[in-house]
Structures are given as structure tokens and as C-alpha cells.
């Protein structure tokens, strides 16, 4: 019976963080589509095309709906010149690191 405890916490803790982690991924997505305005771009496809980026995965990850790795994180804020840290010391209201 205890396994069986064991197992459905496991399980909840495992939705609880999927959860989060597509909260998350939306709260990049939306910093991201407020960088891109920010710049100019009116639109995802012309933003992208700009900056040879695949359209339809930009469009996922400004939506929260990609995997987004670091990697890719890294190459879309090196075209607004921010790091990774910077970007998310502006997400969470933080002050910018120095570097």
C-alpha cells in the first residue's frame, strides 16, 4: 500500500512540474514577443525571416508551446544584445548583472 503512495505522489510532483515548466516557458515566450516590438518587428515571420530563424519554431517558443534550449535562448538574445543572465534579471525585475 505504501508503494502505491509513493507512486502517486511521484506521479502529482511530476504534473506540478510539467505544469510550471509550460508556465515558464510562456513567461519567456511573452519576454521574447516584448524584445522582438521593442525592436520593431510587428510580426513574428518578419522578425525571423530578418534573422534567419525557422518561422514556425520562433512562433512556438514565442508562444510557449517549444522545448526551448538554452542554445537556442542564447541565439535569439544575442540579437537583442542581452545575455542570458541579463534577460532573465529583467524578466524577474532584478537589477542587470555586471559583467
Not at 515571420?45 to 526551448?68: C, D, T
Request: proline share 1%.
Amino acid at each position: 500500500m505504501q508503494f502505491d503512495f509513493i507512486t502517486t505522489n511521484k506521479i502529482f510532483s511530476m504534473r506540478k512540474t510539467t505544469k510550471k515548466y509550460r508556465e515558464s516557458l510562456i513567461h519567456i515566450g511573452a519576454a521574447l514577443s516584448s524584445l522582438r516590438q521593442m525592436k520593431g518587428y510587428t510580426t513574428v515571420k518578419e522578425f525571423a525571416s530578418r534573422y534567419k530563424l525557422p518561422v514556425i519554431q520562433y512562433w512556438r517558443i514565442e508562444r510557449g508551446k517549444a522545448n526551448l534550449t538554452l542554445k537556442s535562448l542564447a541565439r535569439i538574445l544575442d540579437i537583442h544584445k542581452l545575455s542570458v543572465q541579463d534577460f532573465f534579471c529583467l524578466m524577474t525585475g532584478h537589477e542587470l548583472a555586471m559583467t
